[in-house]
Each structure stands twice: as structure tokens, then as C-alpha cells.
């Protein structure tokens, strides 16, 4: 049984390589083709057969294309990255935040569970004092409101009594 689970690793691990060593292998067959492509003649210079050399310019326009592909995602990677620095440092100062808040609030949380019913009781008089003070405000806004309207109401009617007067 033992020896089974050993093969059986063994052939998971061989399995594993075989699959990064695919991809290599035939980038390395692809470069020797090129580099075995044609035959010097007398003069030195290098003469390609028809296919080869619609090999090699296939090839070529395929590595240009390519280039600019590399370029773009290369930008793209630098943007994402940025990006990933950016929210990393904004969800650290984020959790150094919330870990000063949660300390703040330490007391009342113990408070919380060991005296529910006060903290219940404490938590409705604050809500009832908030609703207070935002009833005062809205009631200061209307006020300064009406008071705008009536100084615009004024200066409305002193330019109307300037008209008829010239």
C-alpha cells in the first residue's frame, strides 16, 4: 500500500514537471529551427528555401506584434501594481485606525457586556440629546433661510424704488 502511495506521488510530481517543461521545450526547438535555417553559399551569405523563409518572416511579424503586446501588458502590471500599493497602504492605515477606534471604545464595549440594560438605557438618552440638537440646527438653518430671503426681499424692493425714481 505504502509503495502505491509512493509511485502514485512519484508519477504526481513527474506529471508536475512535465508540464513546465512542455512549454520551455518547444520555445528551445523553436530558437534551434532558427538558428539551423538556411545554408552559407560560396560568397558567404546565408541562402533560406521558400518555406523557411515564410518561417522566419512569419516569425518575425509575430515578435513585432508581440512587442507591442508586452509593452501593453507590461504598462498594465505597472498600473496594477501601483494600484495594489496604494490599497495595501490604505487598508494598513485603515486597520490602524480601527484598531485606535476599538480602543477608544474598549470601555464602552465591556460596559456593554456586562451591563446591558444601562448601556441600552444610555445609548436611547444619547440618540434623544442627537435628535435635540439636530432639531436646533434644522430650526438655526431655517431661520438664517427666512432671514437671507428677507434681506434679498429688501434689497429687491430698494432697487425697484431706485428705478422709479429716476
Known sequence: MKDKERLEDLQEKIQAEQ?????ARDINLTVKEIGDMG??????KMAVSKDDYQKL???ATE???S??????LNRSVEYYRERYYSKA??????EERFGELKEKCRPFLDAMEHFPDLVKIFADKVRELFSIKEARERKA???AERKYQA???ARKNQTKDKRLER
Open 89 to 94: 497602504n490604505a487598508y494598513s492605515r485603515l
Open 39 to 44: 545554408q552559407r553559399t560560396l560568397t558567404g
Open 57 to 59: 518572416t512569419a516569425l
Open 67 to 72: 512587442r507591442s503586446e508586452i509593452h501593453e
Open 141 to 143: 438653518r431655517e431661520e
Open 63 to 65: 515578435g513585432i506584434t
Open 19 to 23: 508540464v513546465r517543461y512542455e512549454p
Open 151 to 153: 434681506e434679498r426681499e
